[in-house]
Nanobody, 126 residues
Framework: QVQLVESGGGLVQAGGSLRLSCAASGRTDSDYSMGWFRQAPEKEREFVGA????????GYADSVKGRFTISRDNAKNTVYLQMNSLKPEDTAVYYC???????????????????WGQGTQVTVSS
């Protein structure tokens, strides 16, 4: 079992920045794809980005590429989502998720993720 706890959400003006954190605990001895997803009101959950825990390879949704960056701190078992140049359409609940992965792999599909955090609200005002 893996437990995930997100933090760092809040209210920010358009053009501003926020950094979300996802602290992992439990069985973290395997390689994982750590994904970030978001869900806005009345919309489906969508992929934001993901990172492979062991080699740090990353992938992003086109809508956030160049503005968002995912990183990890292995010593702290924590994954970060740095969000810059935020737009009102980035407003959503952001979720961190974990899925066991082959070395160097990360996944874009929510269905393959076994573990989810509780979510953190990000609101971007215009």
């Amino acid at each position: 079992q893996v437990q995930l706890v997100e933090s760092g959400g809040g209210l920010v003006q358009a053009g501003g920045s926020l950094r979300l954190s996802c602290a992992a605990s439990g069985r973290t001895d395997s390689d994982y794809s750590m994904g970030w997803f978001r869900q806005a009101p009345e919309k489906e959950r969508e992929f934001v980005g993901a990172i492979n825990w062991s080699d740090g390879s990353t992938g992003y949704a086109d809508s956030v590429k160049g503005r968002f960056t995912i990183s990890r701190d292995n010593a702290k078992n924590t994954v970060y989502l740095q969000m810059n140049s935020l737009k009102p359409e980035d407003t959503a609940v952001y979720y961190c998720a974990a899925a066991r992965a082959r070395s160097g792999s990360y996944y874009r599909t929510a269905l393959v993720y076994d573990y989810w955090g509780q979510g953190t609200q990000v609101t971007v005002s215009s």
